[in-house]
């Protein structure tokens, strides 16, 4: 298993203005994805961070707004750019194996102003 | 399109009282059916993998059952703790990683 740390927990942010949310698993994994979690639907998969390369995106998800990192394999980084109150959501970080289980973090509380 | 559809959509038991979730998924192929619990404000914890009909996963008071168009949540004499959401989430045999899931079964456990 794994245990994923994710920070900040919650936060309320002003419009246009960006957020960095970090994510450290305490072991090196194959996966890591970035989901949002909006009340009355479904897990939303942003993008998956690839390690040492560019993100691949979802549809309806581009960088310029979500940009990705994820330097080694074990963090990982989604920053939610020139906020609206339209990203207010919980963005939660995963990872997983070959397996295909994915282990989640506490997730982000994020509110916009 | 690849689908997921669980059932109900909240649940309301009283301690002892059993009862079963349901997840309907349509799929082109199966890889995999996941079962997740979420209590509020923490991520998705996992519980169960099944991979083909037929198969069947327990743990304390819960088993998952899996046929060729759903799967179960089983939930036998429920306590107060087991009150949570549970999601469900398939991996379908042509797109490996990309979880597909459903909008979940709110389960409250009354004591």
């Known amino acids: 298993s794994a245990v994923i740390s994710q920070k900040p927990s919650r936060d309320i942010c002003q419009r246009g203005t960006s957020l960095t949310i970090q994510c450290q698993v305490d072991s090196q994994v194959t996966m890591m994805f970035w989901y949002r979690q909006q009340p009355g639907q479904s897990l939303t998969l942003i993008a998956t961070?690839?390690?040492?390369?560019?993100?691949?995106?979802e549809s309806g998800f581009v960088i310029d707004k979500f940009p990705i990192s994820r330097p080694n394999l074990t963090f990982s980084t989604l920053t939610v750019s020139n906020m609206s109150p339209e990203d207010s959501s919980i963005y939660l970080c995963s990872a997983g194996g070959l397996n295909e289980k994915l282990f989640f973090g506490s997730g982000t509380q994020l509110s916009v102003l | 399109e690849d689908q997921v559809t669980q059932s109900p959509e909240a649940l309301r038991l009283q301690e002892g009282e059993s009862s079963s979730l349901n997840c309907s998924y349509t799929?082109?192929?199966?890889?995999?059916l996941f079962w997740y619990r979420q209590d509020p404000g923490k991520g998705p914890e996992f519980l169960f993998t099944?991979?083909?009909?037929?198969e069947e996963k327990e743990k304390e008071r819960l088993k998952a059952t899996l046929t060729k168009k759903e799967s179960f949540l089983h939930i036998t004499a429920p306590k107060p703790e087991d009150s949570a959401t549970y999601l469900c989430?398939?991996?379908?045999?042509?797109?490996?990683?990309?979880?597909?899931w459903g909008l979940g079964t709110s389960l409250a456990v009354n004591p």
């Open positions: 961070a690839n390690q040492g390369s560019e993100a691949t995106y």
């Open positions: 099944l991979y083909s009909a037929g």
């Open positions: 989430a398939v991996i379908n045999a042509g797109n490996n990683r990309k979880l597909i």
């Open positions: 799929v082109s192929g199966l890889r995999g």
